[in-house]
């Protein structure tokens, strides 16, 4: 049996992790991440997502202040495709805007 149909399924998953010890009461964590999908069209085969914590400490044990963003670029939705030897699905997910919170952690 041959077929002409040639088809390239390649995804890469890549991710960047950066923490930023400023003092023993001020830190920043980055948590950054990039999805790459050859199998798609152009327009959505790229997704980048970044989630930002901030940490001030202003009393060991007892006051924390923190500020906390999540999906920072405001990417709105997630395709995937997979392809095995019986089927091809497509999973579609709708995503949670853009938010950024401020907490405050008290122990007494």
Known sequence: ?????????????????????????FNIQLQSERYFFANLDSN???YYFL????????K??????????????NTTTFKNYNITDIDISKTEYKL?????????????
């Open 1 to 25: 049996m041959k077929t002409t149909i040639t088809n390239d399924f390649t995804n890469n998953i890549s991710f960047l992790d950066l923490s930023f010890m400023f003092s023993k009461k």
């Open 44 to 46: 959505n085969n790229k």
């Open 51 to 58: 989630d930002l914590e901030a940490r001030y400490t202003v």
């Open 60 to 73: 060991e044990n007892k006051l924390t202040f923190f500020l906390s963003g999540n999906n920072l670029f």
């Open 96 to 108: 949670q805007p853009r938010y950024i919170l401020l907490k405050m952690e008290f122990r007494f």
